[in-house]
């Protein structure tokens, strides 16, 4: 058995592609596809379902991908010791996240850790919640960081931080509602309150947001996360809770970035639910920020890995350091 051939199987089968796993490998195609018929003759089964461009894991081809995973991270197991042993330690981890922990979680992370272990490097990759489960569940990834669980079996959770969500509006609706609010209001420690909890000052304190009801909003458009998004499925379930269907509120337009949601509140298209940590000092008077009385908008980043499945040594050393809270 050949430690080559299995690792070129292993990225082939997880790019579902011959010239991408060759480029990744920094190998040429035809070596790939000659590892890759060694192997199918060596075990006399076809692996791949070879279909234009992009193949497929054949049954045969399963049952050797398990496998070889385990396979191969005993393989570096044994090299991460002997590194270890010698006092270095390298590697290359690649990390999935969603996009608030790959934001405001990992640098600090991966700063420390590359202080510690400066010999090993990352490639950072940006999915939403479910994608990142997906790929675990298939054997494509060890390890990923979402911001809700996806109850699938063999999963295992690992809190890693917590976070609120704010609803961010255009500031025509801000005036509109300190009116309103004004209006039926008499005297003047109410005001004061108001224009107290207005203001974010400059930090992510949710509890000096002013707190308005959901049927403030009920007739406003919304900008949400795309299907699969962490962000989305945290605000699908608070309203949930006080059986309300997301799909009932008008929906303007799904945006995978935070950013651009930003940017079109600010405008004017509608309103949309953001993380507290991805209010932006430069740009908060763009737009307004409350809470909402009915709902509970808080909720966990994870660190999910997969439970019957062995990491990588490097991966267990990482896995061990984010937990542990050592960021």
Request: glycine residues 4%; contains cysteine.
């Amino acid at each position: 058995m050949d430690i080559r051939q299995l690792k070129t199987f292993i990225e082939v089968a997880k790019l579902k592609s011959f010239s991408k796993a060759a480029e990744k490998l920094f190998m040429t195609q035809p070596s790939v596809s000659n590892h890759i018929q060694a192997m199918e003759k060596e075990y006399d089964a076809i692996l791949f379902n070879r279909l234009g461009k992009e193949v497929s894991l054949t049954e045969a081809g399963y049952i050797l991908y398990s496998k070889a995973l385990d396979i191969i991270n005993t393989y570096e197991s044994i090299k991460f010791e002997i590194s270890n042993y010698q006092g270095v330690i390298d590697g290359h981890l690649e990390i999935l996240s969603s996009s608030v922990p790959r934001k405001h979680l990992l640098p600090q992370v991966l700063n420390n850790f590359s202080k510690e272990y400066p010999h090993v490097s990352f490639t950072i990759l940006d999915l939403d919640s479910d994608a990142v489960v997906q790929r675990i569940l298939r054997g494509e990834s060890d390890f990923g960081i979402v911001g809700s669980r996806i109850d699938k079996p063999n999963l295992e959770y690992e809190k890693l931080m917590d976070d609120s969500l704010v609803l961010i509006t255009p500031n025509s609706l801000k005036k509109e509602l300190e009116k309103s609010y004004l209006k039926n209001r008499n005297t003047r420690k109410d005001t004061v309150m108001i224009e107290e909890k207005s203001s974010l000052n400059n930090q992510c304190d949710v509890d000096s947001l002013m707190e308005i009801s959901l049927s403030d909003i009920k007739d406003q458009a919304f900008i949400f996360r795309e299907e699969g998004s962490g962000t989305r499925e945290a605000i699908r379930r608070a309203l949930e809770e006080i059986d309300i269907d997301i799909n009932q509120l008008r929906t303007f337009a799904y945006v995978e970035d935070t950013e651009a949601i930003k940017k079109m509140v600010a405008l004017g298209c509608g309103c949309s639910f953001i993380s507290c940590l991805e209010l932006d000092n430069m740009d908060i008077a763009n737009y307004s920020v409350f809470t909402i009385k009915e709902l509970r908008l808080k909720r966990d980043f994870y660190l999910v890995s997969h439970k019957a499945r062995q990491l990588s040594p490097l991966g267990e050393k990482f896995k061990e350091y984010i937990t542990n809270g050592d960021k």
